[in-house]
């Protein structure tokens, strides 16, 4: 019996269970990264794209480098999976994969915020966009971070 979790199960059942929890949160994950990723991806393609200054072309860069490597990220304890299937790592596989899908929700997080800062900047200016995009990083530190840690804190 797992004294953390009270559960009754194997070293081995337990990796499973975790993989597949994993695999739930990356596909949530996933799609919105993809989406994102495919949005801003289309951006140069509209008309309005040259009238944005240089910093913000600068900015626009910087996100879809960031999102390329989100999207990265959040598909590589797939692949990982791939390479590793059947060589009895599934215990190694998951702590990668736990790592690789946290950094993944990190750099969401900036992605996030930099987009909304870049879109209020655009349509409203820059200061819009520096406070828009403050808001979003507080909302999201608090809802991915913070909250998490308080409703475990509550559980002791």
């Not at 994950?29 to 991806?41: A, S």
């Not at 140069?44 to 600068?58: E, N, Y």
């Not at 969401?108 to 349509?123: H, R």
Request: net charge positive; proline share 3%; aromatic share 6%.
């Amino acid at each position: 019996m797992d004294v953390l979790d009270g559960r009754d199960e194997t070293p081995e059942q337990r990796s499973d269970r975790n993989w597949n929890e994993l695999l739930q949160e990356l596909r949530v994950m996933q799609t919105g990264v993809q989406i994102l990723t495919g949005f801003l991806l289309t951006l140069p393609f509209q008309p309005r794209f040259v009238a944005l200054t240089g910093a913000q072309r600068h900015a626009y860069l910087v996100l879809v480098g960031l999102a390329a490597l989100t999207t990265g990220l959040a598909v590589a304890p797939v692949a990982m999976h791939r390479v590793l299937f059947r060589r009895h790592l599934k215990r190694q596989l998951v702590m990668a994969a736990d790592r690789m899908t946290r950094a993944a929700l990190f750099l969401l997080a900036l992605v996030v915020t930099g987009v909304v800062a870049l879109v209020f900047d655009v349509v409203v200016g820059r200061g819009a966009g520096v406070a828009a995009g403050a808001a979003a990083l507080v909302l999201l530190v608090g809802l991915w971070a913070v909250l998490p840690e308080v409703v475990r804190a509550r559980r002791r």
